[in-house]
């Protein structure tokens, strides 16, 4: 399992069902349902926080503020400053574990020697994209949410990178790559973060399992034939690592070569010096 590694961001605790977490000076309790295990919550922020996420048995939730909360703040990873804040669905603008994946990115593209070109698809509040231009690359960064897009812009400021070569795009994912394909347009990296479930443009549910091959397909005929990666995220309980290593095996590297890699991504948990799983990543890279 990859760590991230973090000295804004703290996983103090977990146990039934929640995860007791420092977001810079603030310490959140959000659920998460893989924390099964009822150990004791020794620790005393468990009841000091600043707030919590309580899930609602008639589904949702809402947040519970025990301390004054500022509107929003911001944490620091390396080079990158982020935006936080409480939302909807107990999120906070940033996915800490995703870490690995940045500094992965950002590893191929500065021993490229060469320019280099990156999709980030389904790109959220911009992490990732935040640390390929601060890598050095130009990136086209697309995400169906305005407010999302948005975020991610003030990420970029707040990070020192608004004037970096980047386009951010309000779209589909599917439709702009169907664009791009028209287009002839390729990249030399893509990220890949699509959620478990969706709705489709006429309302059909749109489940990751069942649309992950043809969203890959889709994207072969972008990828440039100099290629450098392909990362792929997923928090899909019933996708493994070692599914979508697969897939991304058969699909990518018969044309490329390079090789292939997966993993479940994890944090470090302070209180019991074990790592909480959060995600599986699987990755094709060139050699």
């Not at 070109?117 to 960064?141: E, I, Q, R």
Request: proline share 5%; glycine share 10%.
């Amino acid at each position: 399992m990859r760590e991230a590694q973090w000295k804004d961001y703290e996983l103090i605790d977990c146990s039934d069902g929640e995860r007791l977490e420092r977001w810079g000076d603030i310490v959140l309790i959000r659920p998460d349902p893989q924390i099964i295990w009822q150990t004791p919550k020794k620790h005393p922020l468990w009841k000091k926080a600043h707030a919590r996420y309580q899930r609602s048995s008639s589904g949702g939730g809402a947040w519970q503020y025990y301390q004054t909360l500022p509107k929003s703040w911001t944490i620091r990873y390396h080079e990158l400053t982020f935006g936080i804040k409480p939302m909807g669905f107990k999120h906070t603008g940033v996915f800490p574990e995703q870490s690995v994946n940045w500094d992965f990115a950002a590893g191929k593209i500065k021993n490229a020697g060469r320019p280099v070109k990156v999709l980030n698809m389904f790109a959220y509040t911009g992490a990732a994209t935040l640390a390929c231009l601060n890598a050095g690359a130009s990136v086209c960064h697309v995400d169906a949410s305005k407010g999302m897009v948005q975020w991610a812009k003030e990420n970029a400021g707040l990070s020192g990178l608004a004037d970096k070569p980047v386009r951010w795009l309000v779209d589909d994912c599917v439709k702009f790559v169907q664009r791009e394909q028209r287009r002839g347009n390729t990249y030399d990296g893509i990220i890949m973060d699509p959620p478990s479930y969706g709705r489709g443009p006429g309302g059909e549910v749109w489940k990751l399992e069942e649309q992950l091959f043809s969203l890959v397909e889709l994207c072969l005929p972008i990828l440039s034939e100099n290629a450098l990666f392909f990362i792929l995220n997923s928090y899909t309980t019933g996708l493994s690592p070692s599914v979508m290593e697969y897939l991304l095996g058969v699909m990518l590297q018969k044309r490329f070569g390079g090789r292939t890699s997966s993993s479940e991504i994890g944090l470090h948990v302070t209180e019991s010096g074990l790592t909480l799983p959060c995600g599986s990543t699987a990755i094709w890279e060139s050699v």
